[in-house]
């Protein structure tokens, strides 16, 4: 259980300061967080336009349109501006309990791995850094790059390569510790 918990906590913080880079430091997810010298008059007009916060698709019918209508509606729009909008009436800022939050998320995230890596009989390094990275994979390919089919985002690029990177250093870690021989 102690090799576990090491392992959970060291993966966990690794996944966690891979995170902080790409987002900071290495600045790769820049594309889908562009400055623009109009925000204030676009977060005015948001205000006044939308009733409440939610995300948003522009252009959309509203509910209960039918098929038919809503099928019109996209065709007309091919070729013209569209915009997805995660529009909140208040900024909070809770860097600390943010960070904290997405750490324990991370340990957690790297326990459940090695339970997984714990149920396989012939475990070695190379099994378990394959296994981090698969996941990796997997978690990329369920979330961001399916999100990014429907919903072109600008930073796919980055999604991926933080799945590559931060799980390929996760494996490499838990590859070590995991299968490490026990000292005689």
């Not at 600390?96 to 997984?116: D, E, K, Q, S």
């Not at 790059?145 to 796919?156: A, K, L």
Request: charged content about 10%.
């Amino acid at each position: 259980m102690k090799k576990t918990i090491i392992a959970s906590l060291v993966g966990g913080i690794l996944l966690f300061m891979w995170q902080f880079l790409s987002w900071t430091a290495i600045n790769l997810h820049s594309p889908s967080q562009q400055y623009s010298p109009k925000q204030d008059s676009i977060l005015a007009m948001l205000k006044t336009h939308l009733d409440k916060e939610g995300g948003y698709y522009l252009p959309s019918a509203p509910a209960g349109t039918s098929f038919e209508e809503m099928e019109k509606l996209a065709q007309d729009q091919i070729g013209k501006p569209w915009a997805s909008i995660q529009y909140h009436a208040a900024m909070e800022y809770n860097m600390g309990l943010n960070m904290l939050r997405g750490l324990l998320a991370n340990i957690f995230i790297i326990w459940l791995l090695c339970w997984i890596l714990g149920k396989i009989n012939a475990n070695n390094f190379n099994t378990t850094f394959t296994a981090s990275l698969l996941v990796g994979i997997i978690v990329y390919l369920n979330s961001s790059y399916t999100g990014h089919i429907w919903y072109p985002m600008f930073d796919i690029r980055a999604y991926l390569i933080d799945a590559l990177v931060s799980w390929a250093l996760v494996g490499i870690w838990l590859g070590w510790w995991l299968n490490r021989k026990k000292a005689a």
